[in-house]
């Protein structure tokens, strides 16, 4: 049982920068994928971001060319840098996780994943 714990979030203005660790309590090396998915309020959640254990990515178009998703298989932590950030960036921010054979790109889909974080909360004002 892998358990995962984001930080790093909280209010910035338009435009600015943060970065979410996601860590996990055990081993997420190369059999791995990552990813963060976010929610806002009366929204579905969707999958922002992901990496597999060898670093490939992933990424929603909504986020390519500003966020950022990268691991420390060492530190067995997962980072989100997020820049140029908008208001509509705003939402809970999940870090979510599973242990897989798969060669393929890793997956932005919430059913892809089984081990899932409580969330951290980035607001972004204008």
């Known amino acids: 049982q892998v358990q995962l714990v984001e930080s790093g979030g909280g209010s910035v203005q338009a435009g600015g920068s943060l970065r979410l660790p996601c860590a996990a309590s055990?081993?997420?090396?190369?059999?791995?994928?990552v990813a963060w998915f976010r929610q806002a309020p009366g929204k579905e959640r969707e999958g922002v971001a992901a990496?597999?254990?060898?670093?490939?990515?992933n990424y929603a178009d909504s986020v390519r060319g500003r966020f950022t998703i990268s691991r420390d298989n060492i530190k067995n932590t997962v980072y989100l840098q997020m820049n140029s950030l908008k208001p509509e960036d705003t939402a809970m921010y999940y870090c979510?996780?599973?242990?897989?054979?798969?060669?393929?790109?890793?997956?932005?889909?919430?059913?892809?994943?089984?081990?899932w974080g409580q969330g951290t909360q980035v607001t972004v004002s204008s």
């Open positions: 990496i597999a254990g060898d670093s490939r990515t």
């Open positions: 979510a996780g599973i242990r897989t054979i798969s060669t393929g790109p890793p997956g932005l889909d919430r059913a892809s994943y089984r081990y």
């Open positions: 055990g081993y997420i090396g190369s059999n791995y994928w």
